[in-house]
T-cell receptor
Framework: SQELEQSPQSLIVQEGKNLTINCTSS?????LYWYKQKYGEGLIFLMM?????EEKSHGKITAKLDEKKQQSSLHITASQPSHAGIYLC??????????FGAGTTVTVRA | KAGVTQTPRYLIKTRGQQVTLSCSPISGHRSVSWYQQTPGQGLQFLFEYFSETQRNKGNFPGRFSGRQFSNSRSEMNVSTLELGDSALYLC?????????????FGEGSWLTVV
């Protein structure tokens, strides 16, 4: 099983609506990364969260880290077609190795 | 500044052949990691190099190998290719490769084995 569980696996949202993606770790989180990927392309760095309770924003995308729950959430406000893609969470669960969730595919319908 | 550069972007190989993929990290970054991405397995960690030393290795057979040069550029090699090696191979670069370092990815190398 994945050390990082993402939910939902996929979602379809109407343009202008909000959405939330969750990432839960089975191990202690020492920081967490969020990336976005278009199919077949590289990962685009979105945000890195290091401390419990930390919250960061990048445009209309906000991410939070809850160390106690070993969980992070990514929230997109007023989604646009440009937000469509695969969102991946990653974390250093072991030294020098970044483990990833399976990804959440976001489709934005006009 | 230039991002992570991977070459080649696309390649087709025949079963039994070998392949070498190259990665140039961001200037000043000394850690380079390699990942394999497939629809079924997602992103799987292959290995990580720092200052020419392999510090961690994933659960892949010995056919998968890598190295890092003194200028931090890295190569990975897959020998005796199998159909199941068809995947997107991604390279990631960071300053030290540890928690707290921003990690940047290249565009990837698409390998198709026929």
């Amino acid at each position: 099983s994945q050390e990082l569980e993402q939910s939902p696996q996929s979602l379809i949202v109407q343009e202008g609506k909000n959405l939330t993606i969750n990432c839960t770790s089975s191990k202690t989180l020492y920081g967490l990364y969020w990336y976005k990927q278009k199919y077949g392309e590289g990962l685009i760095f979105l945000m890195m969260l290091q401390k419990g309770g930390e919250e960061k924003s990048h445009g209309k995308i906000t991410a939070k880290l809850d160390e106690k729950k070993q969980q992070s959430s990514l929230h997109i406000t007023a989604s646009q077609p440009s937000h469509a893609g695969i969102y991946l969470c990653g974390a250093h669960l072991n030294d020098y190795k970044l483990s990833f969730g399976a990804g959440t595919t976001v489709t934005v319908r006009a | 500044k230039a991002g992570v550069t991977q070459t080649p972007r696309y390649l087709i190989k025949t079963r039994g052949q070998q392949v070498t993929l190259s990665c140039s990290p961001i200037s000043g970054h000394r850690s380079v990691s390699w990942y394999q991405q497939t629809p079924g397995q997602g992103l799987q960690f292959l290995f990580e190099y720092f200052s020419e030393t392999q510090r961690n290795k994933g659960n892949f057979p010995g056919r998968f190998s890598g190295r890092q040069f003194s200028n931090s550029r890295s190569e990975m090699n897959v020998s005796t290719l199998e159909l199941g090696d068809s995947a997107l191979y991604l390279c990631a670069s960071s300053l030290r490769g540890t928690s707290g370092n921003t990690i940047y990815f290249g565009e990837g190398s698409w390998l198709t084995v026929v």
